[in-house]
């Protein structure tokens, strides 16, 4: 059996510029197998998009080596050209490819597996004004810290990943949301919407644990007002998935919906921000196949 193509799309500055170290050893592996490599190191967001998306037109397996920034933007070239896609997990958060389970970049044998034998998944993604999300969409205080967090690029990421919710939060106040879910409109001040398609990201958080990403659902999480005081212990609670015990908290699944607000809120999806007021977001079944390791037996 062939052993395939593979067209990997490098972001050189993801995991403090380790990212093109990391997907060397997997590349020769694959080589090694008869595979045909290429390597796309890349310059920007759009030229991801289209690098992914020309990857994926030629029929080659297409590799996002960079963290939930890159792997975003290369789902969305994988989805427009009609591909398969990879992760090689190499950013700061690598929040969609530890809830799938998928091997650490710098587990080489593994990463080599997976490309060479791995099981082909059908995800649904997210679609944002007419961008692709495969991971979420959130619009609020933690898009707020997603601001801080790109700021900071120099901190280690961890640390960077709890200071920055605490920043957002001294200078946040509720904002008044209209939401139009499934074409049913409500109007409530809160803390922010979550859209979920995997529930994870804040590096590791399961912020929306019942989200599912082939379920044909998108999962809707409104955190509604309180006193700031309370959004530190919602924050604790995210870590054991408690949180969605609270009042406050409200979880529907939808397959579509738009988002307003009575004043400018980032819309940020899978590490970045990456469209304005109103979002609208709707979900396209199964339209990512994304390798996941084999499956037992």
Same mark, same amino acid.
């Not at 409500?186 to 590791?204: L, M, P, Q, W």
């Given at each position: 059996?062939?052993?395939?193509?593979?067209? #990997?799309?490098? +972001?050189?500055?993801?995991?403090?510029?380790?990212?093109?170290?990391?997907?060397?050893?997997?590349?020769?592996?694959?080589?090694? #197998?008869?595979?045909?490599?290429?390597?796309?190191?890349?310059? /920007?967001?759009?030229?991801?998009?289209?690098?992914?998306?020309?990857?994926?037109?030629?029929?080659?397996?297409?590799?996002?080596?960079?963290?939930? $920034?890159?792997?975003?933007?290369?789902?969305?070239?994988?989805?427009?050209? $009609?591909?398969?896609?990879?992760?090689?997990? =190499?950013?700061?958060?690598?929040?969609?490819?530890?809830?799938?389970?998928?091997?650490?970049?710098?587990?080489?044998? =593994?990463?080599?597996?997976?490309?060479?034998?791995?099981?082909?998944?059908?995800?649904?993604?997210?679609?944002?004004?007419?961008?692709?999300?495969?991971?979420?969409?959130?619009?609020?205080?933690?898009?707020?810290?997603?601001?801080?967090? +790109?700021? $900071?690029?120099?901190?280690?990421?961890?640390?960077?990943?709890?200071?920055?919710?605490?920043?957002?939060?001294?200078?946040?106040?509720?904002?008044?949301?209209?939401?139009?879910?499934?074409?049913?409109?409500?109007?409530?001040?809160?803390?922010?919407?979550?859209?979920?398609?995997?529930?994870?990201?804040?590096?590791?958080?399961?912020?929306?644990?019942?989200?599912?990403?082939?379920?044909?659902?998108?999962?809707?999480?409104?955190? /509604?007002?309180?006193?700031?005081?309370?959004?530190?212990?919602?924050?604790?609670?995210?870590?054991?998935?408690?949180?969605?015990?609270?009042?406050?908290?409200?979880?529907?699944?939808?397959?579509?919906?738009?988002?307003?607000?009575?004043?400018?809120?980032?819309?940020?999806?899978?590490?970045?921000?990456?469209?304005?007021?109103? #979002?609208?977001?709707?979900?396209?079944?199964?339209?990512?196949?994304?390798?996941?390791?084999?499956?037992?037996?």
């Amino acid at each position: 059996m062939a052993a395939g193509a593979f067209t #990997a799309i490098v +972001n050189p500055i993801s995991g403090g510029g380790h990212a093109p170290a990391r997907w060397e050893p997997i590349a020769a592996l694959l080589s090694a #197998a008869g595979a045909t490599v290429r390597a796309v190191p890349t310059r /920007g967001r759009e030229h991801a998009v289209s690098s992914a998306r020309e990857a994926a037109e030629r029929g080659d397996t297409v590799v996002a080596v960079g963290g939930d $920034g890159l792997v975003r933007d290369v789902a969305e070239g994988t989805v427009r050209g $009609g591909g398969t896609m990879a992760i090689v997990p =190499a950013g700061r958060g690598n929040d969609l490819a530890r809830s799938l389970g998928l091997p650490a970049a710098d587990d080489v044998a =593994a990463q080599a597996r997976l490309l060479l034998a791995g099981h082909r998944r059908t995800l649904d993604v997210l679609e944002v004004n007419g961008s692709i999300a495969p991971g979420n969409v959130y619009i609020g205080i933690d898009a707020v810290a997603t601001r801080l967090i +790109n700021a $900071g690029r120099g901190l280690p990421a961890l640390l960077l990943y709890r200071l920055a919710p605490v920043r957002a939060i001294m200078s946040w106040r509720a904002a008044g949301y209209t939401l139009t879910v499934d074409g049913e409109t409500s109007t409530r001040r809160g803390h922010t919407v979550v859209v979920a398609n995997s529930g994870a990201y804040g590096h590791g958080l399961r912020i929306v644990p019942t989200a599912v990403p082939d379920d044909g659902l998108l999962d809707v999480m409104l955190v /509604g007002d309180g006193p700031r005081s309370k959004i530190v212990a919602f924050m604790n609670e995210v870590k054991r998935g408690t949180h969605l015990r609270r009042p406050e908290v409200s979880v529907r699944t939808a397959r579509e919906v738009t988002v307003d607000a009575d004043r400018p809120v980032p819309v940020c999806a899978d590490g970045d921000e990456i469209a304005e007021l109103p #979002a609208r977001i709707r979900l396209l079944a199964g339209a990512l196949p994304l390798l996941v390791p084999p499956l037992e037996g």
